[in-house]
Nanobody, 122 residues
């Protein structure tokens, strides 16, 4: 069974940093899939932040995180990371990683982790 598990969330002050991890298990061909980071703030819709492709190229969908957040992956560890710097109170949210396990060398997000909470205080 394919699963994603996030970790690394916590409480920090404005300007602080956190690194989130998303560990995948059950994949036969992990390196052939794309992975995403999303976040959902209270009372708001879940929003895509960034995607990392199977060729390690990246896309930052949310302009508010460009230059502050970096998505990366370590295929040897089946793990995707989100390095978050210069955190702001508006970054407070539950953070989720997502992916899928369908056609290799394709991208999609129908598989989700349980989320990890990030709280930024001023």
């Amino acid at each position: 069974q394919v699963q994603l598990a996030e970790s690394g969330g916590g409480s920090v002050q404005t300007g602080g940093s956190l690194r989130l991890s998303c560990a995948a298990s059950g994949y036969a061909y992990y390196s052939t899939h794309c992975f995403y980071w999303f976040r959902q703030a209270p009372g708001k819709e879940r929003k895509e932040l960034a995607r990392i492709n199977y060729d390690n190229s990246t896309t930052y969908t949310d302009s508010s995180v460009k230059g502050r957040f970096t998505i990366s992956r370590d295929n040897a560890k089946n793990t995707v990371y989100l390095q978050m710097n210069d955190l702001k109170p508006e970054d407070t949210a539950m953070y989720y990683c997502a992916g899928w396990n369908h056609i290799p060398y394709s991208c999609g997000s129908d598989l989700w982790g349980q989320g990890t909470q990030v709280t930024v205080s001023s």
